[in-house]
């Protein structure tokens, strides 16, 4: 069980600076400070790579929320934005292994071919890509290519679970849990804006900053297969996981970042000391 592991881990928080953080994040950067063990470290990273939605000022109010509540990190903190070339070398790595095609599909032509075939198959989170560019010919792909066209690359994700056989990841609360990736569909593994996704991204920087241990919230759970699959194809390491619960308002609803009067700051501003934030969240002080 977790609460007896002993071991010096790799931990890290990896907020998103799209807002404050509230007592979720509070929660899951306890959960993620503590886990490190005696003599492991903690990261801070911070999620940067969506341009129109991450401002540099949440980007100062989360070490200075994270600060107040008694988290040190250890420096330098990484930002993904600034390190694009990690990630398009891992794309080209998955390229080579021809795992990856271009997708030059708007989202309207998505959610028309799922509208026309009417039997979309649905992952974990909704209905999952068609796969309408797997099977561009070459001479498709090389017309488009030369018009031009905005693409996104995706993950061949039958050929990948073909390539990486079967696969599994270790939670310290669940166990072992079976990877399905092929829920997920082709998934994204670089924007049309952006050369990286969320998941080559948290897979590149969790190896390049030796985690051991990923804790994060349980909606991330599923994703993990996702994860598993890319650290399975890029000879990677796998890391441990701890997925956390989420703690919920009074309605039993999941904290959002638009919820303000739970944010660490606003908590602060009205009086509250770190301990009591940490009460809040449930954690022992
Ligand atoms: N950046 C993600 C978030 O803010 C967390 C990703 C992760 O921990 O893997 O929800």
Request: proline letters at 7%; aromatic letters at 8%.
């Amino acid at each position: 069980m977790a609460k007896f592991r002993t071991a010096a881990e790799v931990t890290r928080f990896a907020p998103s600076p799209t807002g404050y953080l509230h007592i979720g994040h509070a929660y899951s950067a306890l959960k993620a400070y503590r886990a490190r063990g005696p003599g492991g470290s903690f990261l801070l990273r911070i999620e940067d790579i969506d341009p129109g939605r991450c401002r540099d000022e949440f980007v100062e109010a989360i070490c200075e929320d994270l600060r107040w509540l008694g988290l040190g990190w250890e420096e330098p903190v990484r930002r993904q934005s600034e390190h694009m070339d990690d990630y398009l070398r891992a794309a080209a790595t998955l390229e080579r292994g021809g795992l990856v095609y271009p997708c030059f599909c708007t989202r309207s032509d998505i959610r028309l071919e799922i509208e026309r075939s009417g039997q979309a198959p649905h992952g974990p989170e909704g209905p999952i890509y068609p796969g309408i560019c797997r099977g561009l010919s070459s001479a498709e792909r090389t017309a488009a290519f030369a018009d031009g066209r905005p693409y996104a690359r995706r993950l061949d994700v039958v050929r990948a679970t073909a390539t990486a056989g079967p696969l599994a990841w270790h939670d310290l609360g669940r166990g072992d849990v079976a990877a399905r990736p092929e829920r997920f569909g082709d998934v994204v593994l670089a924007r049309k804006d952006v050369p990286t996704s969320y998941h080559l991204s948290v897979v590149v920087d969790d190896h390049l900053q030796g985690v051991t241990l990923v804790t994060r919230g349980e909606d991330l759970a599923p994703l993990t297969d996702v994860h598993r699959l890319l650290q399975a194809l890029l000879d990677y390491e796998p890391p441990e996981y701890l997925h956390h619960r989420l703690i919920t308002d009074p309605g039993g609803r999941r904290l959002a970042k638009r919820d303000r009067a739970m944010t660490i700051r606003s908590l602060r501003m009205s009086g509250h000391t770190p301990s009591d934030v940490i009460a809040m969240t449930g954690l022992e002080i």
